[in-house]
């Protein structure tokens, strides 16, 4: 056996889905949200991520969204065995990437020959923003750049060039006092005991933060397999597959959770935001802070394999991040 046909180390998902004819913003909608977790197709509705416990997560919701919607969806972990190889496929998310860095350093050059052509206060101004907006997507695509393409370089050495001729101050709204009525909705919650599934990332992490910090300290929080788990009298399941709490729509389990709470503090909903990106990967709120906490949580996941070790150094980035917003002005 030749060495093209030896065995490969490398380990794909591959989603295979057929999706419903009608309604055509369905299709659209599915198409976004693969182009959002940076799969890419190998075949007709065959669609590739590399494995990893994030990305089997991304494929699980979106399986879920696609038979909600009517379809059909399965999600299978293969190795290459013959007809596209390992380097082809990376070339493929490669490709994709360098596309993307290509289309933000094109926004990037034309940003700086406007700023060379009129260096006034008003474009100075118009310039910081587009500027803020352009490290958002760039980070965003990072995110999904799973084998490093060449176009990041470039991207981000225009962005940074940028940066330094720009300067922005930043504020935030304070919170708010908690409500009768927050407190009514947060009684409901207490003294239960939260179940979640094991292997926990940026939503479950986020979720386990929010329950503990806001909604009951003494919470017990207990990690189990995913489907199939039968829930004992007085638990409740969160960002679960068939948990009472868990995504709605295009909502993450946090936002879910923190709506459920009743908790009105704009600090709060600010950390929601970038949990949903992170989570969806949608691009939605496009918040600068994402890419950082977003690297944050991936380093805690890659170092501790324990979910209580998880959730207690998440539990540190989310204070951070929380007294952050709270100490904006509005």
Known sequence: ??????????????????????????????????????????????????????THEDFQWLVKEIVAGGGEAMVCEARLVDGLTDAQVRALFDAARDTDYEAIADEARAIAAALDGDG????????????????????????????????????????????????????MASPSAQSPAEMDALAVLRGRVWVTRRDVHVDRIACGWLIRRFIDPDAEIRFVPGKGY???????????????????????????????????DPALQAVGEIVHD?????????????????????????????????????????????????????
């Open 120 to 171: 006034s206060t008003e474009k100075q101004t118009e310039a910081r923003t587009q500027t803020s907006r352009l490290r958002r997507k760039l980070t965003d695509i990072v995110a999904l750049d799973f084998f490093g393409a060449t176009g990041r370089v470039i991207a981000e050495g225009l962005i940074c060039a940028l940066e330094t001729r720009t300067a922005e101050d930043k504020l």
């Open 1 to 54: 056996m030749s060495d093209d046909n030896a065995p490969s180390d490398q380990l794909w998902l591959l989603l295979i889905h057929q999706l419903p004819t009608k309604p055509a913003y369905f299709r659209v909608k599915i198409w976004r949200r693969l182009q959002g977790i940076g799969a890419v197709a190998v075949k007709s509705s065959v669609y590739a991520l590399p494995a990893s416990a994030e």
């Open 230 to 264: 039968e829930p004992k009298a007085g638990e409740l399941r969160f960002d679960m597959f068939e948990g009472e709490i868990t995504h709605e729509g295009d909502r993450c389990s946090f936002e879910v959770l923190l709506g459920r709470s009743g908790i009105a």
């Open 278 to 330: 992170i989570d969806l990967k949608d691009g939605k709120f496009g918040r600068e802070e994402t890419g950082g906490i977003a690297s944050l949580i991936a380093g805690i996941t890659l170092s501790e394999a324990d979910d209580a070790q998880r959730l207690a150094k998440g539990a540190g980035v989310f204070d951070t991040l929380h007294q952050y917003f709270r100490a904006r002005r509005p």
